[in-house]
């Protein structure tokens, strides 16, 4: 009797493990899950963030483990959960990362600023403020979270890169008067031009190097000079005050455009196999006359070689900023 109650009800009893098989996750679909939150994973690592810097690091971890634990165990709803839990982790570890680099970016860039407040860096500041918005957005509403993908974080990380490249390139020199001019004049000494053509070479290995991290991305170099004097009078002053400041002004000015001249003529010679790649921008070309190069403590003392200089920033920047 029992045989034949079993066998009555086999049919019903297949058909509702068919049907309760056919509501849980797949092997196949929780193994998409195991490898997306994986993938999230080894961007984390890339960050460089420890449990140090973000608790999340930790949990996203401990549960990408207890994830693949489930699934070898075949609790493939549990793995997925656990999986899920794991991206939602890394997905904050990868904005804390993104607000970070931005945050310290735009400290370097004003610190550059505040030396060449002519610097094509400072374009970059409005990019980044947008990226910042963008990650403190995200990190505060959880259905943005849930929808941001790794492409998303992919895309941005990488235009960090490329800005992060950007500022390191930034190079700056200081051309002392004393040796490149002579006394009195703006004519450069030959001195004064081998300095610049080594710092021209330093400026052309950096591009090169730029171009090999990002062979597709175009490069824009500007080079911005500035001129100083000392408050020493000349001959043709006559004592007067305001006609040495003039004088002095002019001085700098002359100065600063002879260096402009020659790094710029310098750099377009050498830089003639990279022509589809770098184009060269003709930065400012300022006079300072007796102003304080930064850096340059108040003194008493007229004649000061600190004083008498020209200060020359170089930046490459990729043509993205423009």
Not at 48 to 75: F, N
Request: charged share 30%; proline share 3%; net charge neutral.
């Amino acid at each position: 009797m029992l045989k034949n109650i079993f066998k009555n009800w086999l049919p019903f009893i297949a058909l509702t493990l068919l049907l309760f098989a056919g509501c849980g996750p797949s092997l196949r679909e929780a193994r998409i899950v195991l490898d997306e939150a994986k993938e999230y994973q080894e961007a984390v690592t890339r960050t460089g963030i420890t449990e140090k810097i973000s608790e999340d690091v930790s949990t996203a971890r401990r549960r990408y483990a207890e994830a693949e634990q489930s699934y070898l165990d075949r609790y493939y709803q549990r793995a997925m959960d656990y999986a899920r839990e794991s991206i939602t982790a890394s997905k904050r570890i990868l904005l804390q990362g993104i607000t970070r680099s931005v945050v310290m970016m735009k400290e370097e860039i004003i610190k550059k600023q505040e030396e060449n407040p002519a610097t094509p860096l400072k374009k970059l500041i409005p990019r980044l403020d947008e990226i910042l918005q963008f990650a403190n957005r995200i990190q505060a509403d959880n259905q943005e979270l849930e929808n941001l993908s790794l492409v998303r974080t992919a895309s941005i990380s990488s235009d960090l890169r490329l800005y992060e490249e950007d500022i390191k390139s930034s190079q700056q020199e200081k051309l002392q008067s004393d040796i490149s001019f002579a006394l009195g004049k703006y004519e450069l000494a030959d001195e004064g031009k081998i300095a610049l053509d080594r710092f021209a070479d330093k400026i052309i290995a950096i591009i090169d190097e730029n171009l090999k991290l990002f062979p597709d991305k175009p490069i824009l170099l500007q080079i911005d000079v500035y001129g100083y004097t000392d408050s020493s009078g000349f001959l043709s002053d006559g004592g007067n005050r305001q006609k040495r400041i003039f004088l002095n002004q002019r001085l700098s000015e002359l100065r600063a455009k002879s260096v402009s001249t020659h790094l710029n003529q310098y750099l377009s010679s050498k830089m003639v196999p990279y022509a589809q790649k770098v184009s060269i921008q003709h930065g400012k070309v300022t006079g300072k006359g007796e102003e304080l190069p930064a850096g340059v403590a108040v003194s008493s003392q007229v004649n000061n070689p600190q004083r008498r200089i020209c200060q020359i920033f170089s930046t490459a920047v990729h043509d993205i900023i423009k």
